[in-house]
């Protein structure tokens, strides 16, 4: 139960990231998941230069800095029950 919502306060938080895939095939949508290329994604893709993937980069760190602080939240009202 309590993951559940720390979850979908994540969702509320950070919309998460969008990878269309290069080969015309479904991409990668996803909010709360860890991601590894298998090159044939977006990612994978050189075609879109280094301020696109510093700029996807960024929105990587966003998510994860806002999953650490919802995690710091929970961990302090655990604290002081």
């Not at 994540?10 to 080969?23: D, E, N, T």
């Not at 602080?69 to 002081?80: E, K, R």
Request: proline share 1%; aromatic share 12%; hydrophobic share 45%.
């Amino acid at each position: 139960m309590t993951n559940r919502i720390l979850l979908f306060t994540h969702v509320i938080l950070y919309a998460g990231i969008v990878l269309p895939s290069v080969i015309g095939k479904t991409g990668i949508k996803k909010n709360n998941d860890a991601y590894a290329d298998d090159v044939d994604t977006w990612a994978g893709s050189m075609d879109y230069g280094q301020v696109e993937s510093y700029s996807f980069m960024c929105r990587l760190t966003e998510g994860a800095q806002k999953w650490s602080n919802i995690q710091d939240v929970a961990a302090a009202l655990t604290a002081f029950e």
